[in-house]
C-alpha cells in the first residue's frame, strides 16, 4: 500500500495564533454553556445568543494568523502530492489560509453562512442576525455554516475513504472527546495505520497512540514535518 498520511486537528492547533481551545482552563465551554450556543435546539431558543457567539468568532478568526504548525502542515502537503489529507475539527479557516487544499473541514467554517430554508451557502457577512436575508431566497433563516452537537459532520464518506487508506494517522491538538472524531484513531489503528498523538501534555484519547509527542504545536509540529521528510 502506498504511504498515506492522515492528519486530524482541533483547537490545539490554533490555540497559539490566539484562538480559545474548548476544554482547557478558561476555554470556550467555561464561558458559554455548550447546549445553548452549539446546538440545533440552542439556535431555536435563542438565535441571537447564537449569533453573537459565532460573530465573536468569525472576528477572532479573521484577526487570527495561521501558526508555524498550520504552515508547516501545508508544506508537508506540498511536498508530498496526493500523500497527504487534512481533516479539521476547526472552524477557522486557518489551515486553508496557511495553504492547504487537500482538506476536509469536517466542522464547517465559520466564515461562511447557510441558509436554514433552502439550503444555500455562501460567504458571511462579518455579521450574521436573525435579520440577515438569504441572498437566493430572501428568507430571514440564515446560520453559521457550522456542525452543532447532533449534527452530522461533513465529509464523513470521504474521511472514510481516507481513514482506510491511512498507514499513518497524526492527531493534533485535539482532547479526544468528541465523536466521531474522537474514534478516527480506533479505527485506523485496527486497518494498521501507525498513530501518533501530538498534544500540549497527554489526552484522554493518549493511551491509544502507537506514539505520543507532547509540546506546543508550533515548536512540535514543525519538527514532526521536518522528521517526516527527511525519512520519505
Ligand atoms: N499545542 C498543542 N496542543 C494544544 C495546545 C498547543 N499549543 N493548546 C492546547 N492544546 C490541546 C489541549 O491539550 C487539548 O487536548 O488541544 C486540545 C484541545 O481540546 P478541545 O478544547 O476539546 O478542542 P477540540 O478537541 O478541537 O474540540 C473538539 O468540540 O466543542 C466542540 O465542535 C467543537 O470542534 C470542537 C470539538
Known sequence: MPESIVILTGAGVSAES???TFRDAGGIWDQYELEDVATPEGFARNPALVHDFYNTRRENAALARPNAAHEALARLERLLPGRVTLITQNIDG?????????????????????????????????QLSTQTACPACGQST?????????????????????????????????????????????VAGQLGAYTVEINLGRSEASDAFDRVIEGPASEVVPAWVDEVLESW
Request: charged share 20%.
Open 94 to 126: 486557518l489551515h486553508e489560509r496557511a495553504g492547504s487544499r487537500r482538506l476536509y473541514a469536517m466542522h464547517g467554517r465559520v466564515d461562511r453562512a447557510v441558509c436554514a430554508a433552502c439550503a444555500h451557502c455562501w460567504p458571511s457577512p462579518p
Open 18 to 20: 490566539g484562538l480559545g
Open 142 to 186: 440564515c446560520r453559521p455554516d457550522v456542525v452543532w452537537f447532533g449534527e452530522m459532520p461533513y465529509h464523513l464518506d470521504e474521511i472514510e475513504q481516507a481513514l482506510r487508506r491511512a498507514t499513518q494517522l497524526v492527531v493534533i491538538g485535539t482532547s479526544g472527546t468528541v465523536y466521531p472524531a474522537a474514534g478516527f484513531v480506533e
